[in-house]
Every structure is written in C-alpha cells, then in structure tokens.
RNA sequence: GCUCUGGUGGUGGAAUUGGUAGACACGCAGGACUUAAAAUCCUGUGACCUUAACAGUCGUGCGGGUUCAAGUCCCGCCCGGAGUACCA
C-alpha cells in the first residue's frame, strides 16, 4: 500500500477533532505544561508559510510533552480588534465584525490542515464581549489603583486616599520623573484634602492611577485619525500604514507603565529570552542615572521689556482672583497695629525694593509681597498661634509657587520693629532678585544630566522647544527670534524633525541663568535638540565633553571650556567632544583631580548636601497611551458625569460596542462612537468615546485560556494558580517593545493587586525567525523617461521596427541582463512581478501581459529581451530567434501580498502533505534564524516520509515482524533517541529532522521491520510528522491515539562499543585510523599507537615529544 | 553612532564541553530499471595538485594570539541582517 497522505491526514484530524484529543485537564495529577504561540491578528491575507514556523515549533514542544507525561494547555485564539479591518471597514462600509469573522474562519481552515494540538474549546478572541468584559475589568482595577513607591507595588486607590486623609500630600510620594502630568501637583495637608470637592479630589487622583485620564505630548497621526503609542511610530510614521505622525498636546486616557520602570527592567534577569529581547527592552525603558541640577533665573529686564503680555503682579489663581481682590481691598483698610508699622516702613521703596501688601498669590492673599525678591512678609496675629498647621501649610503652597516666606508675630513686630525692618532689609538684600513667575511656574531652570561632574564645564543651557518658562524667560529683543522658532520646531513632523538631525538650529532667549558653583551668569538657548518628553526638557551644555553641545556651540560661536584631561588618548578638542567617562577633572574646582567616576559621586554628594538637586535615575519609557479615537476596539469602561470620569460597576460589564452608521469621525471631530445613537450611561452620562489600543485585549490573553469559560472572573483563582505561566512562548522579536513590554506590566500589576501568583507571563520565550519571501522583478521605464530609452535603444541598433518609434509608448520592460549589462538601473526601476508568472528567472509574457492588460498598463508598452521585442502584442524577433527570454530578478525581501511573493501553506500541503510542510519547516535551519523561503529541499523531506512508510510494508503488504531486534538496529534506535530528545530539550528541531533521516537510512539498509523498533520510532517522529504516525500506530494495532504514548528512553548500553577507530594525527594533522579496544588504557593505546606500523612513516625516524590520548576520541603525536 | 545577531562547499545547513570540518538534504554528474517520462534505486561530488592507484597541499570573512589540538577560546579589523537613535 502507497503512502496516500490526503487521506491519512484528513482521517486523523477529523478523529482528533471528534475526540477532543488535545483537551487540556483542568485537574490532572500530571505536571503543567503551557505552550503559547503570539496571539495572531487574523488579516484578511491568510497565513503565509512563514507564520506556522513558530506554531509548528510550538507543537512539536506540546506533543513532545504530552508524551513526557504532561498535561499540556497548548490553545490558539484570535487578536481580533485592530486598525486593518477597521480601515477596511471605511473603504467598503463592511463592518469590522464581518470582515474578522470571515478571516478567522479562513485562518482556521489554514490552521486545521496543518495538524496542530490546540485544545480549541479554549479559543478566545478578543473582540468577543465575553472577552472584552475581563480587558474592561481589568482597565477598572488598574483605574481603581496606584502605585504606592514605599512598598514598590500596585495597590487600591483606597490605600492613597488613607493616605491623604491623615498625612496630606508633602510632594514625595512620586520620586520618578517621568509622565510630566506629576509636576504640577501641588502639595496639600489632610484638612485641604477634606476640603475639596469631588471634581479636585477627582483630579488629583488621577495623578496617581495606574490607568489615568491626563494631558500629555502624544503621537497623533492624522491620516488614522487616532494617537499612538511609541511603539506603534516607527522612524516618524505609523507602524501600520506608514503615515506620517506629529506631536500633539492631548487629554488621553494612559497607562502608568512608568511607575514599573526597574522592575521591568530586574525582572530581564530572572527570565529565559532572548539576549536581543531583553536587550531591546532594556534600551526601550533606557534607565540612566544621574542628577537633576537647578540654575536659578538671573533678574533681567522689567515685565514690559520682557514682552510678557500678563503684569507682573498679577499673581493669582485667575479662577478666584475676582473674589480674592475684593477680599483684599476689604483687608486693607482695617489693618492690625503691627501690620500698619511694617507697612509705614517698607511703603514707597524705602528698602530700596518695591513692596506691596494684602496681594493675592495663588488661592492665598500675602500680607506683604516683594515681588522682585520674590519674598512674602507673613504677620501673624494671636489667632494664628492656634491654626500653626494651617500656616505651615501656606507657607508650603507659597513656597512651591517659587517665593520665599519669612514670618514675623504681632508681638515680635510691635516689641521691636527696627529689628523686624533689618530682617527682611537683610532677606532681600542676600535674595538675588527673581524673574516673573508665570502661575506655578518656578524661578529656575531644572536641568537632568548623566555628567554631573562636568558641572563647570557648562557654558550654556538649552531648552526644548517646547519648555513651559521659554514664554516667560524670553527677552523683548529675543521675542520675536524666539517665536519664529519654536513655532517652526513645533509644526514640523517627527519625521521631519528625526530627518534632520545633522542640521543644528536654535535661538538666544536673552536670559541668563545663574551657575550653582559660580554664580556666573550662563546663557539660555533654545535648540530642538532637545527633546520635550526626555528628563526635564531642559539640559546644562558642556560642549567640550558631549557631541551634541560641542555641534550646537561651534555653530553659534560658544565657548567650549574643557574640564576633563583625558588620560587613556590625545584628544584634539578643536575637531570634537571628549564624550567618554575617562580622564582627570580640571578646572573644577573642589573635584579637581579626581576621575570621572569619583568625580561623578562627589558632584551628586555636593550637589545633594547644597540643595541644588538630586541624584536622580531617569528612565527613556514614557507612560502608554491608552485611547484611540477608532472604532474597532474595546469601549474604555467610563462614563463622564459632572466632567467627573467614572468607572462602570462590575455588574454592568461588559460595556458593548454599540453600532455607529459610519465609521469615520464626527463633523465635530469626535471619535466614531460619538455617532453611536441614544449611547449613554442610565440615558444621561456621555461615555468616553475611544477605545482601547490593540494591545489592550493581548495584555493578558495567556492568563484567560487558563479558564477560557468563566463567566464570573477572568480566571479561577485555583486554576491560575495551577497555570501559572507560560512554559515556553514562541513568536517574532517584533513585540518586543509593545506586546512583550506590556504584557510584562499587566502580569505585574495583576499579581500585585493579588489576582494571580506569578510576576512574569512567560518564563521561556523564542522569537521565530522571520521567513522572507523571494520576489521577482522586472525593469521598467515609464513616463518621460521612456522616450529617452527609445532613442538609447535606437542608437543601440536593437529597435529595427520603424513603430516602435511611437511617441506615444507609455512603459517599456527591458529584460534585466540587457539592464545590468548596459548599466540601466538608474533610468528605471525594478517592481515586482507574480512569483507564479515566473519559472528559473523567465517571465511568461503572456501571463504578465493579462496582468498589465488588468492594470491598463498594456496599450502602448514595450517588452526588449535580447532575441527581440514584444509589442502590442506581437512578437518581433531580431537574428532568427523564436523565442523571446524576458528575465527577472530574484530579491529577497519581506513575504507580502503587495510583492506578490506569497506562498501559502495550503499550496505546500495539497501537494506534499501537512506532515512534509512540517518536517520541511523545521528542516530549513534554526528556528531563530531568519530565512528565505523556497522549496528546493521539500522533495528530500517528502522522500525521507516515504521512507518511514515502506519501513512498515513489504510487496505491498503492512510487514511488521515481532522478532528480537539484533544489536546494530537496537544501537540506531537508541542513538536516535537520545539524538533526538536533546534536540527537542534545546530547541534544535532542523538537527531532529536530519537525524530521523538517518536513523530510517539506517533501519533501511538494516531492512529491519522488528515492532520493538518500529513502535519506539514512530513516538519518536509523532511530534514531527503526527498523521503518519498515528497511522501507523494505528495499523500496528493499538486503539488509542500515539499522542499520550510514553517517549522511549534511552538505554546507553546499547551503545556501548568495543572498539573505537582512533585518529591518529601528527602534530594536529590527523594521518590514519586504528582499530583499538575501549576497554585499553590511555598508556595501552598510546604504546598500540607508537608500535602500529604507518606510525613509523610520520615519526621520520624521529622520537615523538609527547603524545596525548583522550580516550574514545582522538590520539594525538607530537614529533 | 550604539546594541544585538550572523559570516562554514554550487545551495539550505551540521559539528552540543576545544578533539577526524562539511553530517543530513537539495543541486549537479554518471549508472540501473523503463519504449519514454515520472517515481525508485546505486555511485560520485570542498578546492588545488597529481595519479594507474596511493599519497600530498590548502581550506570555516580577514590579520594576529593561546593550545599537543581552534569553525569553537582571546585581541584587532572587514562585511551582512535586525533593533534603536540628537535620550543629555
């Protein structure tokens, strides 16, 4: 009987099917085994032959184990809320749910011929409300919580607010700086926090969840209509689509991802990835410690001067000002004694400095206020010795708005006056005068630096463009430069903004800070080379020790004061920077003489013990941006009443995605579900219209197929806790900085919040090569261009026929030896044609014909081949040709649709069978390797099956003998064995492949049909080529499936040997072979060796110096 | 630029701890079977030199080094692929 594999194969996955074969236990004495392939999005291009690389990979693994003993969960799903088929949605008004439907099933029947072990009564797709219901729980449990930094974990919002009730908020209780959103908060007591409404409670919350609503710079990418997360950008436009993407100021829903910053990054060391994932993870969180740096404004001219459009007195809350001025004039007349003789003394400028009194600052009104000092004169009267917690708090809220506070009591005041006048003479005098304070703003520039042991290297400090004090800072004479600038940097897109790196631009602001060792005034610039989102916005430049400041200073003319000698080079410091952490510092005062690294420590310790700063770490990852202004994807669970976002009860999940009439935005601009009719919470409270990013549902897929079914938690706490996690994950590098980041986050917060055990989705991971696909292509000339190459064609003598002058000849395809042996290239350009239109580099014309005849390209076009030409359709031969030879050539690039290089797995399993396309997939090379597709090897894999097949048949009969094996077929088998399982233990699945080739070589030549054998071989193969096996295992007359059939184990005594053939080298040249016994000494065979008869020919009649043995391997001669 | 990764016959690749480089497969060449083709089977196949045969020389991107012995370890370079990029 012939070895028919359609039939066996369609057999075998019906039965499996039928018999729920692959059912994962959800109690099981067994030890777990999980097995998870990337959650695929199904697109409606199918699956291409570089997709089951990974899950075939994966199978093998679940098979294997299943074997071993294991209860394996080895489930699939489907990613199914995304951008493509939204946009598809757009194009043909099909809606999304449709057109993911109909790719599902197509993915499916792909899948299902192939011959995986999924247990499918466990397939989830996120787009389901049954799934979508635990994505929008969770984003409700990450809302309702935040990360507490003393005891470094997520934990329930109710734990913060504790907090607030008793302590306040002293502005210590987020040391990260990161997410920009922090900054503005504004420290308050316990009595303040039970003073505020809901909506400021409300806000100030949301500076702290872990899923927030804030205002932040995000990648808004207009022709999407929708922002994206930093991982969807790619070189400055969409991953999808290749849009261009521009910074925008937005409210957006957002993921705290960055509170998980280090333990992100700790836990890289605890798990089994890839070196170059976690390397990618690494750099994307980009931890660099340092210092933060304050340099204090240097006063500079008047309000008006400044250009600042707002007086400068104007210092209060604009919310409250109107009643905080009437309050004020109502103060001023009936003034306390002690407040009166301040007054008459600080009236008129008599200090020299202008004061004024009962002035409202922020939400506060100050007795009296030097504005120019930046300092506020408190009196305290009898009744203020009883609220002392209430001034200590103003004074704090005063003081983060930038002024300094000095207090005197009535008493102090009316006992001794001339002493209370010399104090604030004293303060305001030793008070450098401050700049403008725009509302909350502060009179400093705060810098973050990795160098800070360059400090006195600073000659100048830049800002980002779009740094909040440029507006304040600026000078009138700079004004208008300044303005010109930023407006330029601000409307360019990243991507032209990242094209243009090497262009240095940028502006004087006019100010000048004040350095904090020196107190020399060093100048602020403004250059977009300075990135807003980055550390603080702001940088100290120390040109002589960093490329970047060296470019900016030379352009415009800047000193470059050197502060560190190297000593490991000669470094020319007229051509560029000294960048590395090497050399002695000078210059620099009190770290003169030190190293970089000592300097470094010194600078943060004085930096720190002089109040200017800290030492800071800093982390490149930004916080994830949450919504997206799309259709197909999950509602974000919110409702807004009274401005006030609120989270939906339990009960009331899932939110479902209503139905729109179209899925564009609103005329308003308003995302799609704005469109949705009568959609609002209890038929009053608008919902939050975005949704979630396609991230959102793959954050914690791996944890629901645990519990696929549960219609009450996401998952069973008891079976999470007997899943755990991933096993072994397999799937392409290309998630590591979304999905793989994410994911990670998600496990955390989750495990945190005490839902599940574990702290990492996966604790093995391997990334799959990508298989690329092999394009055909052909020259062509178009347009103007394509007159010029008639006349070089001419000239050339090739054109004979006078109608090939045409004028009107649109694109001409020129064969590509013509075009690299006239060195064409640059006259046209290479694109794609079919793969099946060509055999061995030759284009069939009539097939590329049809096709440009679809495009209506045909009309007027020219095909030159070296025999002649093929024009409207007629063939004109030159020299008595008959057959033209249009070639392409072949290029290696990414396998896709628009290429026209698809190869799907369908096509390999119809002609070759599943268990081939699953051998030969392996048997490409190294799971890990990227590689291109092709099938010149498929015929040896589809021969080896054969093989295996005719092992079990003799004349056409099934031939299976019961008789003892001999010890040479034993010896295979057993060899293969423990070839084989370490290949599957190491993932080395292309080495199993040959090694099964040469076991059934072996068994062959052997003409061996023992059973003993045969049934200990095909458990061997089932993982790899399961139908065949299954059939055989069948025919060899066992009822149950070979799927839970115990792997061989290896018996080493079976290959236990006699003898050994030693090499025999000379001087590391191996001369000979000898035959020897195993059992022999190192100084038995070394002797066997000297005497043995070809020795004598290499020794040269010389005595050997040495000779080294290593038993069973080789012998070695020195001479 | 930085980080990761790779470089072995005509091709895909093997060599797991330093121990016979090129397993296995494709391709190619020759042969058997066949009217023929397909399928199948057998033989050969790194390069060079030489031969009747044996034997010999070179050989894992390049240049050094360590070692009795290096594709494998160390140092310095070259080239390809991927990721990332004014990240202070």
């Known amino acids: 009987m012939e070895y028919h594999f359609k039939e066996i194969e369609q057999k075998w996955q019906a039965r499996w099917a039928k018999d729920k074969t692959f059912r994962a236990e959800n109690n099981s004495a067994k030890p777990k085994y999980y097995v998870l392939d990337m959650f695929p999005y199904p697109s409606g291009a199918g699956l291409h032959v570089g997709h089951p690389l990974g899950y075939i990979a994966s199978d093998i693994m679940a098979r294997y184990k299943r074997h071993k003993g294991f209860n394996v969960l080895h489930p699939m799903g489907y990613d199914s809320f995304g951008l493509p088929a939204e946009q598809y949605a757009i194009q043909t008004g099909q809606h999304p749910a449709v057109t993911t439907e109909q790719n599902i099933k197509r993915y499916r029947e792909q899948l299902d011929k192939i011959g995986f072990s999924f247990d499918w009564d466990r397939e989830v797709r996120t787009s389901d409300p049954k799934y979508y219901k635990w994505t929008q729980w969770i984003f409700i449990q990450l809302f309702n919580s935040w990360y507490n930094p003393r005891n470094n974990k997520a934990e329930p919002i109710s734990t913060l607010i504790a907090v607030f009730e008793t302590e306040g908020f002293k502005g210590s209780d987020h040391n990260i700086l990161t997410g920009d959103i922090e900054k503005d908060l504004v420290p308050f007591t316990a009595t303040d926090w039970k003073s505020f409404d809901a909506k400021k409670r409300s806000d100030i919350l949301m500076h702290f969840r872990l899923a927030y609503l804030g205002e932040a710079y995000v990648n808004w990418c207009p022709a999407l209509g929708t922002v994206l997360a930093n991982d969807e950008v790619k070189d400055g436009v969409s991953e999808r689509g290749g849009h261009p993407v521009e910074r925008k100021l937005m409210k957006q829903w957002s993921m705290r991802i960055t509170t998980y910053a280090q333990r992100l990054l700790d836990g890289l060391d605890d798990i089994d990835w890839t070196d170059s994932l976690k390397e990618a993870q690494r750099n994307w969180i980009g931890r660099s410690e340092g210092a933060s740096l304050e340099f204090g404004l240097i006063p500079g001219p008047s309000p008006k001067e400044k250009g600042v459009d707002k007086p400068r007195w104007q210092t209060a809350d604009p919310a409250i000002y109107d009643i905080l001025k009437k309050y004020a ?51 305290d009267g009898e009744i203020h010795e009883l609220t002392k917690e209430r001034d200590e708090n103003r004074t704090a809220v005063l003081e983060q708005l930038g002024f300094k506070v000095i207090r005197f009591t009535n008493a102090e005041v009316k006992q001794n006056i001339n002493d209370v006048i010399a104090r604030i003479r004293e303060v305001c005098n030793s008070t450098p005068s401050q700049m403008e304070r725009g509302q909350g703003g502060e009179a400093k520039i705060t810098v973050f630096t990795t160098r800070p042991d360059t400090v006195f290297g600073v000659s100048f400090v830049t800002l980002a463009p779009e740094h909040e004090l440029v507006d304040v800072i600026t000078t009138a004479e700079q004004k208008q430069a300044v303005n010109d600038y930023v407006t330029k940097a601000k409307n360019r897109s990243e991507r032209e903004r990242q094209a243009d790196v090497n262009t240095i631009s940028g502006v004087f602001t006019g100010a000048f800070v004040e350095h904090p060792f020196t107190g020399k005034p060093v100048p602020v610039w403004i250059g977009d080379y300075v990135l807003a989102g980055y550390g603080t916005g702001a940088v100290m430049a120390v040109p002589a020790h960093d490329e970047r400041d060296y470019k900016f200073a030379k352009h415009f003319n800047l000193p470059l004061p050197q502060v560190i000698e190297p000593t490991s080079a000669e470094h020319d410091f007229a051509k560029d920077a000294w960048g590395e952490k090497e050399g002695k510092l000078i210059n620099s005062d009190f770290l003169n003489g030190l190293d970089v690294k000592a300097a470094i420590k010194k600078a943060i310790a004085e930096i720190e013990a002089r109040g200017l700063g800290k030492g800071k770490v800093n982390y490149r990852l930004r916080d994830a941006v949450f919504g997206r202004q799309r259709y197909w994807g999950e509602p974000i669970p919110v409702y807004y009443k009274d401005g006030i976002p609120q989270v939906l009860a339990d009960h009331e999940l899932p939110l479902v995605l209503p139905e729109v009439d179209k899925f564009l935005p609103t005329e308003d601009g308003e995302p799609p579900l704005a469109r949705a009719k009568d959609w609002k919470y209890k038929g009053q409270y608008d919902y939050e219209w975005t949704t979630m990013p396609g991230w959102a549902g793959s954050s914690w897929y791996f944890l629901r197929y645990m519990d696929a079914q549960n219609e009450n938690a996401f998952a069973d706490k008891k079976l999470a806790d007997y899943w755990q996690n991933v096993d072994l994950y397999i799937g392409g590098s290309e998630h590591a900085t979304g999905h793989l980041l994410y994911v990670r986050f998600w496990t955390k917060a989750l495990k945190d919040l005490g839902f599940i055990g574990v702290d990492e989705p996966a604790k093995k991971l391997i990334n799959q090569g990508m298989i690329q696909g092999t394009s055909e292509k052909v020259f062509m000339v178009t347009g103007s261009k394509s007159q010029i190459a008639i006349e ?87 020299d008595g040709n008959t057959e033209l030879l249009f070639r392409s050539r072949s290029e290696v690039e990414k396998m896709s649709k628009s290429k026209w290089n698809v190869q799907t797995p369908d096509e390999i399993c119809e002609k070759f069978g599943a268990d081939t396309l699953r051998l030969y997939e392996m048997f490409l090379g190294p799971l890990e390797q990227s590689k291109p597709w092709n099938t010149n090897g498929i015929t040896g894999v589809a021969g080896f099956l054969k093989k295996l097949w005719r092992l079990f048949y003799a004349g056409g009969e099934f031939n299976v003998n019961d008789a003892e094996p001999t010890k040479s077929e034993l010896k295979t088998l057993h060899k293969t064995i423990k070839k084989i399982t370490d290949d599957i233990e190491r993932f080395s699945f292309n080495t199993s492949v040959s090694n099964f080739m040469i076991c059934v070589n072996e068994l062959m030549e052997q003409k061996c049909n023992k059973r003993v054998i045969l049934e200990q071989l095909l458990v061997l193969v089932s993982p790899y080529a399961p139908h065949i096996a299954e059939e055989l295992w069948e025919k060899l007359g066992h009822k149950e499936s070979i799927s839970t059939a115990a792997f061989p184990v290896f018996n080493e005594a079976y290959l236990v040997e006699d003898s050994f053939s030693y090499p025999v080298s000379f001087n590391g040249k191996v001369r000979f072979n000898i035959d020897l016994a195993t059992t022999l000494s190192p100084q038995e065979v070394e002797k066997l060796v000297l005497e043995a008869e070809q020795t004598q020919k290499y020794l040269e009649g010389k005595a050997p110096k040495k000779v080294i043995v290593v038993p069973k391997r080789i012998v070695n001669v020195v001479v």
């Open 792 to 878: 070089y064609f001419r000239n050339k003598v090739l054109f004979t026929h006078q109608g090939l002058y045409h004028k009107s000849v649109r694109n001409i395809f020129i064969s590509s030896e013509i075009v690299l042996s006239e060195k064409l290239e640059d006259g046209g350009e290479f694109v794609n044609v079919p793969i099946e239109f060509v055999n061995n580099n030759i284009v069939d014309i009539e097939q590329f014909k049809l096709r440009l005849v679809q495009n209506g390209l045909f009309e007027n076009s020219i095909i030159v081949t070296k025999q002649g030409y093929f024009y409207n359709g007629e063939y004109l031969f030159l």
């Open 329 to 379: 004039r109502e103060n001023r007349r009936p003034q306390t004694e002690a407040e009166d003789l301040v007054w008459q003394q600080v009236r008129n400028n008599k200090l020299g400095f202008k004061f004024r009194r009962q002035h409202a600052v922020g939400t506060y009104i100050a007795d009296f206020i030097c504005l120019e000092k930046g300092l506020i004169v408190e009196i």
